[in-house]
């Protein structure tokens, strides 16, 4: 995981031996408190979490830092928010034509779209000019369906958007 130089949290792969862990949490009913103490089962919906508390090799941070040095503690910005999830940001961050789709990391543990105003690049030279520029985007949800494979009882995560686009005004 890392955080651009806008301030944006995203997930990342990296070349590093160090780990990075990643919780699954269950979303839905399977996540109330009851729950929480049963194992996860076939067909569950989750999600997938970053806590900076799991993380012994910490984050890259690019803000404010164009070497993007390591940082091991939680940004003063995110407050008490220790716990980030994957959220797909709409509009997507990617052009119409663009292959892939761009994540991003949220402390909205929520499974409703979250409206959130994004630090993005310059992309004319009217922004250019801006101080900061930033656009509003609706961050979805991102979860996952665990599925047994073979007979192993291995599980693979399949990806599932559940997108709900809504107009919003601001």
């Not at 040095?69 to 940001?89: F, I, M, N, Q, W």
């Not at 761009?102 to 690049?121: C, D, H, K, N």
Request: net charge negative; glycine share 8%.
């Amino acid at each position: 995981m890392y955080r651009n130089a806008q301030g944006v949290f995203q997930p990342a792969i990296s070349d590093s031996d160090e780990p990075s862990y990643w919780r699954i949490q269950a979303v839905g009913p399977r996540g109330s408190s009851a729950a929480k103490a049963e194992p996860h089962r076939h067909g569950d919906a989750v999600r997938l979490t970053w806590s900076f508390a799991d993380q012994p090799s910490g984050f890259r941070d690019y803000s404010g830092d164009v070497y993007g040095r390591r940082s091991y503690r939680r940004p003063a910005e995110l407050g008490a928010h220790d716990t980030l999830c994957l959220k797909v940001p709409y509009p997507s961050f990617e052009t119409m034509g663009g292959e892939g789709v761009g994540l991003v990391l949220s402390p909205a543990l929520t499974e409703e779209p979250v409206v959130q105003a994004l630090r993005i690049r310059p992309v004319n030279e009217q922004e250019e000019r801006e101080e900061k520029v930033e656009r509003t985007y609706n961050l979805h949800d991102l979860t996952w369906r665990l599925d047994p494979v073979g007979e192993l009882a291995c599980f693979s995560l399949c990806f599932r958007i559940h997108l709900v686009f809504s107009e919003v005004v601001i």
